[in-house]
Each structure stands twice: as structure tokens, then as C-alpha cells.
């Protein structure tokens, strides 16, 4: 079964910095996009980060300069490095991938989310 797991959230001060990571297991053939999403409490879900399977990669401007997303193809993982952060970072941050599950036979279009890691910034 594919799934993707995130790992690294924690409680971190103003100003601070985690990493977060994100590793697909199972039978894939491909990850096209990787992504990372966040929701805060009573907000919506919102798009942070994005990366394509060629390396190019886009922000939301309230992370620009602050957040780096990165995915190693060989291992099949995705990381976030947040830096700088700030209270209004606080969220449950989501991995999110585009993917073909299978191999050379035969595969099809999943797209997966993780189960969510929790990043507190607080004093």
C-alpha cells in the first residue's frame, strides 16, 4: 500500500528552525509534484510549498525567503526546511504527492496525503 509519513514537527521558539520530512513507501513508479500544506486552527487548509519532479519549486509569499522545499527521486522523500519562523507558522503541516503507483507493467494516478505533523512556534 502507498502512503506518505511526515516526520519532524515539534515545538519550536520565535525565530527558530525544524525540518520537516516526508517519505512515500510502496510500490511507486513516480512522484510528479510533492507538496506541503498547512491549516491552522479554524483556518483552511493552504498551499506552502511546491516542487515538480524536475526541481522547480514555488512559495507562498508569507514563506518566501524563509522556507526551502527539497525531495531527493532515488529515495522517494520530500523535506521542508523552515527557518525563521514566526507564531503565525503554527499549523499542522501536511505532505501531499502526485504519483503513479505500480511499475513498468502496469500503473495509475494517486494522489496521497500525509496524516499531518504539528509545528508549534511559541516563547
Known amino acids: 500500500q502507498v502512503q506518505l509519513v511526515e516526520s519532524g514537527g515539534g515545538l519550536v521558539q520565535p525565530g527558530g528552525s525544524l525540518r520537516l520530512s516526508c517519505a512515500a513507501s510502496?510500490?511507486?513508479?513516480?512522484?510528479?509534484?510533492m507538496a506541503w500544506y498547512r491549516q491552522a486552527p479554524g483556518k483552511q487548509r493552504e498551499l506552502v510549498a511546491v516542487?515538480?519532479?524536475?526541481?522547480?519549486?514555488n512559495y507562498d509569499d508569507s514563506v518566501k525567503g524563509r522556507f526551502t522545499i527539497s525531495r531527493d527521486n532515488a529515495k522517494n522523500t520530500g523535506d521542508l526546511q523552515m527557518n525563521s519562523l514566526k507564531p503565525e507558522d503554527t499549523a499542522v503541516y501536511y505532505c501531499?504527492?502526485?504519483?503513479?503507483?505500480?511499475?513498468?507493467?502496469?500503473?495509475?494516478?494517486?494522489?496521497?496525503w500525509g496524516q499531518g505533523t504539528l509545528v508549534t512556534v511559541s516563547s
Open positions: 501531499n504527492a502526485d504519483l503513479l503507483e505500480g511499475d513498468t507493467t502496469g500503473y495509475r494516478y494517486r494522489e496521497l
Open positions: 510502496g510500490s511507486i513508479f513516480s512522484i510528479n509534484r
Open positions: 516542487i515538480n519532479n524536475g526541481g522547480s519549486t
